[in-house]
């Protein structure tokens, strides 16, 4: 049984590729790229590699959530 199939000691993601938050999110890749140039969801950047917290997603979508109920 390899660690995948595992339940047993798996361990969630705190983050996430641009690639997996745009599909996450429901978006274009070139959307997130957007959305982390002009600061409204936040990265970090590991090595080349940029990562997107999976707890700034779900920022990301209250916020959202909060300006549409106005």
Excluded: H, W, Y
């Excluded at 982390?36 to 209250?62: C, D, H, T, W, Y």
């Amino acid at each position: 049984m390899n660690a995948k199939s595992s339940s047993i000691g798996q361990v969630d993601r705190l983050a996430v590729r641009v690639e997996e938050a745009a599909e996450m999110l429901g978006l274009g890749r070139s959307t997130v790229f957007e959305l982390l140039k002009n600061g409204s969801l936040a990265s970090i950047k590991v090595g080349k590699r940029r990562l997107i917290p999976i707890q700034e997603i779900a920022a990301f979508i209250g916020r959202c959530a909060s300006l549409n109920k106005a």
